[in-house]
C-alpha cells in the first residue's frame, strides 16, 4: 500500500435501524460524540417517517442538526414494515401488482427529496425478493422502469441512487448489479461488503477494487460466511482488515456503515464498541 493510500482516513457512518430504541435527536448525539462523520439513516416510522406531517420542515430541521453536530448523511430506504404494516419490505419494484410498484416508485421519489434537502451522499435502495412463481424477465423489466424512474428524479434533484445487492433478491450480487447498470447506466453500487461472503463470485476486498470509482454507499458489518446476518466488527467470518485495507487503497472518499438492526437493544454498547473495533482493525490494514 502506498503511503498515500496508507494515510487515507475512512470515515463511518451508523445505521439508524440499529438504533430504533432512541429518539433520532438522540441517537445523532450518541453517534456525534463517539466519533462518527456521519449517520446512514433508514426513513422509518422510528425515525423521520416520510409519511408523517410537515416532511418539509423536519426534514430542514434535521439538516441543521447534522450539520450541527458535523455528521454527513447517506439516505436508506430498508425500513420493513412502513409501506404495508402486515407484509415485510413490500411492495418492491418488482411486485405483481402495478399499483404497489408505483407506490414504492414514490416512496423512493420522497427519499430522493429527503436526500437532495439533507444534502446526503446518497440514496441507497434494493430490487425486492422474486415471488416463487414470478416470471424473472418480467420482473427485470419492471426493476429497469422503476429505477428508471426514480434516476429521473434523482438526476432532476442532484442526488446519487445506489443500488444494492441482497442475498436472495433478483439483483443479489454485483454480477447482476452490474446487468442492472446496462440498463440504467446512471446507478451506483451500494456495496455491502457481508453480503459478498454470503452470495456471488467477488470477494468483499475484490469489489471494492472492482468497483471503486462506482461505490455510492458501502456496508462493512460483518457476516458468518454464506449465512445472511448481519454483526458487529469481529463477529463473523469476513476479513475486516483486508476490506478496510482495500477502501483505504482506492482512497474510497464516501461513508462507511455499519448495519446492525438486530441489536438495538445493545446499541449504548454497539455503537461506541463497533467504532473502536474497526479502528484497531484499520491499524493492522
Given at each position: 500500500m502506498?503511503?498515500?493510500?496508507?494515510?487515507?482516513r475512512l470515515?463511518?457512518?451508523y445505521?439508524t435501524?440499529?438504533?430504533?430504541?432512541?429518539?433520532?435527536?438522540?441517537?445523532?448525539?450518541l453517534?456525534a460524540?463517539?466519533?462518527?462523520?456521519?449517520v446512514?439513516?433508514t426513513?422509518d416510522v422510528?425515525?423521520?417517517?416520510p409519511f408523517?406531517?410537515?416532511?418539509g420542515?423536519?426534514?430542514?430541521?434535521?439538516?441543521d442538526?447534522?450539520?450541527?453536530l458535523?455528521?454527513g448523511?447517506?439516505?436508506?430506504?430498508?425500513?420493513?414494515f412502513?409501506?404495508?404494516?402486515?407484509?415485510k419490505?413490500?411492495?418492491?419494484?418488482?411486485?405483481?401488482?402495478?399499483?404497489?410498484?408505483?407506490r414504492?416508485?414514490?416512496?423512493?421519489?420522497?427519499?430522493?427529496?429527503v436526500?437532495?434537502?439533507?444534502?446526503?451522499?446518497?440514496?441507497?435502495?434494493?430490487?425486492?425478493?422474486?415471488a416463487?412463481d414470478?416470471d424473472?424477465?418480467e420482473?427485470?423489466?419492471w426493476?429497469?422502469?422503476?429505477?428508471g424512474e426514480?434516476?429521473a428524479?434523482?438526476?432532476?434533484r442532484?442526488?446519487v441512487?445506489?443500488?444494492?445487492?441482497?442475498?436472495?433478491?433478483?439483483?443479489?450480487?454485483c454480477d447482476?448489479?452490474?446487468?442492472l447498470?446496462?440498463?440504467?447506466?446512471?446507478?451506483?453500487l451500494?456495496?455491502?461488503t457481508g453480503?459478498c461472503?454470503?452470495?456471488?463470485?467477488?470477494?468483499?476486498?475484490?469489489?471494492?477494487r472492482e468497483?471503486?470509482?462506482?461505490?455510492?454507499?458501502v456496508?462493512v458489518?460483518?457476516m458468518?460466511?454464506?449465512v445472511h446476518?448481519?454483526r458487529?466488527?469481529g463477529?463473523?467470518?469476513?476479513?475486516?482488515?483486508a476490506?478496510?485495507g482495500?477502501?483505504?487503497?482506492?482512497?474510497?472518499?464516501g461513508l462507511?456503515?455499519?448495519e446492525l438492526?438486530r441489536?438495538s437493544?445493545?446499541?449504548?454498547t454497539?455503537?461506541?464498541?463497533?467504532l473502536?473495533?474497526?479502528?484497531?482493525?484499520?491499524?493492522?490494514?
Amino acid at each position: 500500500m502506498s503511503e498515500s493510500a496508507h494515510e487515507h482516513r475512512l470515515r463511518y457512518a451508523y445505521n439508524t435501524n440499529g438504533l430504533t430504541s432512541h429518539r433520532l435527536d438522540d441517537a445523532l448525539a450518541l453517534l456525534a460524540d463517539c466519533g462518527y462523520d456521519g449517520v446512514a439513516l433508514t426513513l422509518d416510522v422510528a425515525h423521520h417517517d416520510p409519511f408523517a406531517p410537515e416532511l418539509g420542515r423536519r426534514t430542514a430541521a434535521l439538516a441543521d442538526r447534522l450539520r450541527g453536530l458535523g455528521l454527513g448523511s447517506v439516505v436508506e430506504t430498508g425500513a420493513r414494515f412502513l409501506l404495508d404494516p402486515r407484509r415485510k419490505h413490500q411492495p418492491t419494484l418488482i411486485a405483481g401488482d402495478a399499483d404497489g410498484r408505483a407506490r414504492r416508485v414514490e416512496f423512493l421519489r420522497t427519499c430522493v427529496d429527503v436526500a437532495a434537502d439533507l444534502g446526503s451522499e446518497a440514496v441507497s435502495f434494493w430490487a425486492g425478493v422474486p415471488a416463487g412463481d414470478q416470471d424473472r424477465d418480467e420482473a427485470w423489466r419492471w426493476l429497469a422502469d422503476g429505477v428508471g424512474e426514480v434516476v429521473a428524479h434523482a438526476r432532476e434533484r442532484g442526488v446519487v441512487c445506489a443500488v444494492e445487492p441482497e442475498p436472495g433478491m433478483l439483483v443479489e450480487d454485483c454480477d447482476d448489479w452490474m446487468r442492472l447498470a446496462l440498463d440504467v447506466p446512471e446507478i451506483t453500487l451500494a456495496l455491502d461488503t457481508g453480503h459478498c461472503i454470503v452470495s456471488g463470485r467477488w470477494s468483499p476486498e475484490g469489489a471494492v477494487r472492482e468497483f471503486a470509482p462506482l461505490l455510492g454507499a458501502v456496508a462493512v458489518e460483518d457476516m458468518p460466511r454464506g449465512v445472511h446476518e448481519h454483526r458487529a466488527p469481529g463477529e463473523g467470518d469476513m476479513d475486516l482488515p483486508a476490506v478496510l485495507g482495500a477502501l483505504r487503497e482506492v482512497r474510497h472518499p464516501g461513508l462507511v456503515s455499519f448495519e446492525l438492526s438486530r441489536d438495538s437493544h445493545r446499541a449504548d454498547t454497539l455503537v461506541p464498541g463497533a467504532l473502536e473495533t474497526i479502528r484497531r482493525m484499520e491499524i493492522s490494514a
